[in-house]
């Protein structure tokens, strides 16, 4: 089945220590997206790629890098993991032009120690 | 840019009745409008949508309507049941030819009572 799928689904870092979260996706989309969503918040944009054209939010912390090595994969990096960065993050993806609808990965839920 | 605003944060409504949540949007040039039902430690799940071609939209027990004078859209639930206890976020967004985002209202928590 066509999807979007993220691993882990549950990552525990400490402190200040680097951590990766990965989403692929099969549905051949050329947009995706990274939010960052806390506890009974929407969702928060973080940045999104039209293929590999990037677009960072203005109030995204520099801490969060991201890169999308092909259509199927994006990554997200977050080089030094605060207290205030445990949340769910969710990946997504669209197709561009008339149809606006975004297909949501499971999430990876990031503990940080 | 865009902004939207979403209410109640909180409803609770007896098993059976209806309900109904309102959003208000700032950017005239928005012209799609999803409705996202996020349940407990789950992603969000497109549930319906909405464009601005259109004044209402209805998919069995759900249905959407949008005043585009006004900037307003409501989310309406029929005959509810406990399996629609969840949080609803409402969303806009403005089409353009390389991506597209779509800004989040605050999000409403439904509880069903029985």
């Known amino acids: 089945d066509a999807m979007v799928i993220q691993n882990p689904r549950y990552q525990v870092t400490q402190f200040g220590k680097p951590v990766t979260l990965s989403c692929s996706q099969t549905?051949?989309?050329?947009?995706m997206y990274w939010y960052q969503q806390k506890s009974s918040q929407a969702p928060k944009l973080l940045f999104h790629?039209?293929?590999?054209?990037?677009?960072n939010e203005a109030d995204t912390p520099d801490n969060f890098q991201s890169r999308r090595p092909n259509t199927s994969f994006c990554f997200l990096d977050i080089r030094s993991p605060g207290l205030g960065d445990a949340a769910m993050y969710l990946c997504?993806?669209?197709?561009?032009?008339?149809?606006?609808?975004?297909?949501f990965g499971p999430g990876t839920r990031l503990t940080v120690l | 840019g865009e902004n939207v605003e979403q209410h109640p944060s909180t409803l609770s409504v007896q098993e059976g009745d209806s309900a109904v949540i309102k959003c208000t949007y700032s950017?005239?040039?928005?012209?799609?409008f999803p409705w996202y039902k996020q349940e407990l430690g789950k992603r969000p799940q497109l549930i319906i949508d909405i464009r601005s071609n259109v004044g209402e939209k209805k998919d069995q027990r759900i249905a959407v309507t949008l005043n585009k004078t006004a900037k307003h859209f409501s989310l309406h639930i029929t005959e509810t049941q406990p399996e629609d206890s969840a949080v609803y976020f409402c969303a806009a967004s403005r089409e353009y030819s390389s991506a597209s985002k779509i800004i989040f209202g605050s999000g409403t928590r439904l509880s069903i009572r029985p």
């Open positions: 790629y039209y293929d590999k054209d990037f677009n």
């Open positions: 950017d005239s040039a928005s012209n799609y």
């Open positions: 997504a993806t669209s197709r561009p032009g008339q149809v606006n609808e975004q297909f």
């Open positions: 549905l051949n989309h050329n947009v």
